[in-house]
């Protein structure tokens, strides 16, 4: 596969013929519309941030998956045995929802120091 990235002036054709492209937001609107991904700004280490979040939510993802058909995979082997209820199913599934959901949520962003000055956001300059 190949990506590229580029502001549309002169690498429009480029652009579009890419598997994956990338447009600078500062760049031409030609660019910004026929390519797959747009950044508002020039800033690369986005395109970074944005792959890594894009292998975490499909791990992610696969865990979940895998863990609900798990946990319904143990229930359904305890109805066949006859040793689960209705009322157990019922509660499995919504403590795996909850699980998943949880498990979800780590993917949202975290506000930390350490975040503010990787992504460029010093904060307000204050002047005397």
């Known amino acids: 596969a190949v990506m590229m990235v580029g502001d549309g002036v002169n690498d429009a054709p480029a652009l579009a013929l890419a598997d994956v492209s990338v447009a600078m937001g500062e760049g031409a609107a ?10 508002m700004d020039s ?3 986005k395109l970074l941030h944005s792959i ?3 292998r975490r939510v499909i791990r992610t993802i696969i865990e979940n998956v895998l ?14 045995a006859g040793k689960a209820s209705l ?7 919504v403590g795996a929802m909850l699980t ?8 949202l962003p975290r506000k930390t ?3 503010d000055i990787a992504q460029g956001s010093f904060g307000e300059i204050q002047t005397a």
Do not use: P, Q
């Open 43 to 45: 800033n690369l280490n």
């Open 87 to 93: 009322w157990a199913a019922i509660a499995s599934d």
């Open 113 to 115: 120091k350490e975040n």
């Open 52 to 54: 890594c979040m894009g």
């Open 100 to 107: 998943v959901t949880l498990n979800g949520m780590k993917l």
């Open 67 to 80: 863990f609900s058909l798990i946990v319904k995979a143990v229930v359904l082997g305890y109805a066949l």
């Open 30 to 39: 030609l660019a910004m519309e026929t390519a797959d991904v747009t950044l």
